[in-house]
């Protein structure tokens, strides 16, 4: 015993112990911060999966609330971007009580005829700008018993569930071939139905345009009537005759649309 103990202490003098402890003893610290570092990123982990989780539920609870007033949105912007067709038994609520929320302009119009579609057409182009009114058609037979076709298209307006006017036909439009949307757009906003940022009346710029082309025909034709009538007295062409009696013609077609 006494032998062994010597051989240890030979070995293992005091220094080498005193350093081997401080070495362990550093490495027992190491492992316990290294642990402690674990611990504490577990913990941080823990918390953000909780608050993601926790975000997640918020957001599902946001989305089934937020989900009925989409919904109900979409149906609004469904049914206020085009005319929608109605069937009588559907006109009290989609017509007469859809006016208590604002105007509702519904037009009667008869199957492939000519003047229905043109007023149509221009009414789906306001449903798309005049998102605040609604806009519907219905066969005016099926409206109105025995409703002549021949009335069609009449446009009836509906305001805090009361017709407020009607209008027959297309001649308060300018005719068949003066209506358009900006037409249509003037006038209503003439008789107050909604505010227009239109500025000049669209039916004058639509005449000046019919005028302008109304006096390029009968230019052509006074040429024709000009060339036939030389044609006639076997005189020769002279260009500057030709435009001395196209602008004589020409003043006197201008003084016959004053």
């Not at 579609?117 to 025995?146: T, Y």
């Amino acid at each position: 015993m006494c032998v062994f103990s010597f051989v240890f202490l030979y070995i293992f003098k005091p220094c080498k112990v005193t350093v081997l402890v401080f070495s362990l003893n550093k490495i027992m610290d190491q492992l316990q911060f290294a642990c402690q570092l674990v611990a504490e990123e577990l913990i941080i982990k823990k918390k953000e999966k909780m608050t993601e989780e926790k975000a997640a539920d918020e957001k599902e609870v946001y989305k089934k609330k937020e989900r009925p007033e989409v919904d109900e949105k979409a149906k609004i912007e469904e049914s206020t971007c085009h005319v929608k067709l109605v069937r009588k038994e559907e006109y009290t609520t989609e017509v007469t009580k859809a006016s208590s929320k604002g105007l509702v302009i519904c037009c009667l119009f008869a199957q492939s005829q000519t003047e229905s579609n043109k007023m149509l057409q221009c009414l789906e182009s306001l449903a798309k700008k005049f998102k605040a009114c609604k806009f519907v058609k219905i066969l005016g037979h099926e409206c109105i018993d025995n409703y002549p076709d021949e009335n069609c298209p009449t446009l009836l307006l509906y305001k805090n569930q009361t017709a407020i006017g009607h209008i027959k036909g297309l001649q308060c439009f300018g005719g068949l071939r003066v209506i358009s949307p900006d037409v249509i757009e003037w006038e209503f906003a003439r008789i107050g139905a909604w505010k227009s940022q239109l500025t000049i009346n669209p039916r004058n710029i639509s005449l000046s345009h019919t005028n302008s082309n109304s006096l390029s025909q009968q230019r052509l034709q006074q040429q024709r009537r000009y060339k036939n009538t030389l044609k006639s007295t076997d005189l020769p062409y002279s260009s500057d005759d030709a435009e001395t009696f196209d602008d004589e013609n020409l003043a006197s077609d201008l003084s016959d649309l004053d």
